[in-house]
């Protein structure tokens, strides 16, 4: 790792992940921001260049070239080699192996196709909120924030919704991989796997993966029209997608589609409890809906960082980079760049600039789900609008400790003002 | 200033991969193909410039270029 330069050394804190508990460390983050150059900031025995204004993440983004996804990990923490091999999903990939996992799931999640899936969104979602104001409401994260997006993956999945609990109960502990306490045995789900081999070394993982190794073998003998049918005809070409390439897959599209989401509803259920001015205005122009959905997302950054490594010397922001530097791009500041957003601390439903980092920062690894979780807060939107729903927070959030996931374990609503 | 001034743009097929988000700008001149999920241009529409920019600045793959020529 590259020796810290003599200014990096007072950066403040970021990665300790009980400071998340309290929320994401804004002022920190707005100090490493205003300080020219990139901060290096001390992690395990060694440390990371943090990223943290707007434009540098998306050069990082957008030159995997320099900034490789595929070596090392994209979390803050290296794997060792066969680790990283068990547990690579297309998300620590690069061209051409991303090229050719990506073309393999990205027809289901373009927006023309996702399109389709507007009706059953809005059929769960108009369940979820009669049954909250039915029983006036509680927790929002259990009630509406979770069963949502698992729901609606499930179905594109093809797995019976029957089984939306035990899934996120599932992605519940594999959040907890991502901090630094896990609250199973390692033997748990009866893994006999270790642990360091499981994506988030979560025997959760282990269970995920059984889950969909029972998916691929009912559906080998009888393929229908769902997702994960789909992931098994190009499974049987090796060429495509090997067996461990299929299990990372479900297990990608499993956790990416359900935690990140639900976490973006938490906080927006937040945002317009917290600031219902906001919130009576999308009611009176539901021309605001699009845009306060963006600003939803650049308000909750569900996903606070990603890392990647340096293939090669190179330099940004004046600061030289050494290859296998560890390169890490700060999603949840980015979000809150001042030199972008104008009053970024300002919820703003009729923001013009949509330009937030929520899904990334502009390259390859895009959100595959960016327009299905577009549509489930959108729609969210829509029929909350229908039925004047209006929230009122009862209770403090309980927050995920993690600084990964922006995660919100619990927090109490209830409807106020109008009902249907 | 050239506002009106239409350009032509080509898609890497090598390079694309699927997001899609070509389609979501310019339905008019960009179509995914639904089994191989490449996109490609669907004619030989042309772009005024400024709307060619922002597409190739949103290509996540990079895989979108502006064709230099003489029109
Ligand atoms: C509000 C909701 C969501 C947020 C904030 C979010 C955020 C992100 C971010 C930041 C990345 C980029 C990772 C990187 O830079 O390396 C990503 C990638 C990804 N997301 Fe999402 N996501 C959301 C919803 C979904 C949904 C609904 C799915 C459903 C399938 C999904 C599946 C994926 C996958 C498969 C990738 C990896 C893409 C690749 O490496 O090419 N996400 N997501």
Not at chain 1, 62 to 69: D, G
Not at chain 1, 165 to 189: C, H, K, M, R, W
Not at chain 1, 210 to 227: K, P, V
Not at chain 2, 13 to 35: H, K, M, S, T
Request: glycine share 8%; charged share 25%.
């Amino acid at each position: 790792m590259a020796p810290p330069s003599a200014a990096a050394v007072d950066t403040p804190n970021v990665t300790d992940p009980s400071l998340y508990l309290e929320g994401i460390p804004h002022d920190r983050f707005a100090q490493i921001r205003a300080t020219p150059g990139l901060a290096w900031h001390p992690y395990e025995d060694g440390g990371f260049w943090a990223v943290t204004r707007h434009a540098e993440v998306r050069h990082v983004s957008r030159n995997p070239e320099l900034f490789s996804s595929a070596i090392g990990h994209t979390n803050l923490w290296d794997l060792e080699a066969d680790a990283l091999e068990a547990r690579r999903s297309l998300i620590d990939t690069d061209a051409p192996d991303h090229t050719r996992l990506r073309r393999l799931v990205a027809g289901a999640f373009t927006p023309k196709n996702i399109r389709r899936w507007e009706e059953t969104v809005r059929a769960i979602t108009g369940e979820l909120l009669d049954e909250f104001v039915a029983q006036g409401g509680g927790d929002w994260v259990d009630m509406v924030a979770a069963p949502l997006p698992i729901q609606v993956i499930l179905t594109m999945l093809g797995v019976p919704t029957d089984d939306a609990d035990y899934l996120v109960e599932l992605s519940n502990y594999l959040v907890e991989g991502t901090g630094d306490a896990q609250s199973i045995p390692p033997d748990a789900f009866g893994n006999t796997t270790e642990l360091r081999l499981l994506p988030f070394n979560s025997p959760a993982s282990h269970a995920l993966f059984e889950y969909g190794e029972g998916m691929r073998q009912q559906r080998q003998n009888d393929l229908r029209d769902d997702l994960v049918s789909h992931l098994v005809q190009a499974e049987s070409d090796v060429e495509r997608m090997s067996r461990n390439e299929y299990r990372n897959m479900f297990h990608l599209l499993v956790f990416a589609g359900n935690e990140t989401t639900r976490t973006a509803i938490s906080h927006g259920g937040m945002a317009l409890a917290a600031f219902p001015d906001e919130w009576g205005r999308v009611l009176a122009d539901p021309g605001l809906i699009d845009s306060s959905a963006e600003e939803i997302l650049r308000w909750a950054t569900p996903v606070m960082h990603m890392r990647r490594t340096a293939t090669t010397d190179t330099e940004l922001a004046g600061t030289p980079i050494a290859e296998g530097d560890k390169v890490v791009m700060w999603y949840a500041s980015a979000n809150r760049d001042e030199a972008v957003f104008e009053d970024p601390f300002r919820f703003d439903v009729s923001r013009a600039n949509g330009d937030h980092f929520a899904f990334g920062g502009g390259g390859p690894h895009l959100c595959l789900g960016a327009f299905l979780a577009r549509l489930e807060v959108t729609v969210l939107l829509e029929e909350m609008a229908k039925r004047s729903i209006c929230l009122e927070q009862t209770s403090e959030p309980v927050r995920a400790r993690s600084n990964f996931v922006h995660g919100v374990l619990s927090v109490g609503m209830q409807p106020a003002g109008g009902t249907n | 200033m050239a506002g009106e001034e239409m350009v032509r743009v080509a898609v890497d097929q090598e390079l694309c991969i699927g997001a899609g988000v070509c389609e979501l700008l310019e339905p008019e001149v960009f179509e995914l193909d639904n089994d191989i999920v490449i996109s490609s241009v669907t004619g030989d529409e042309l772009l005024p410039r400024a709307r060619a920019d922002v597409v190739v600045d949103r290509c996540p793959s990079r895989a979108i270029a502006i064709v230099e020529e003489e029109l």
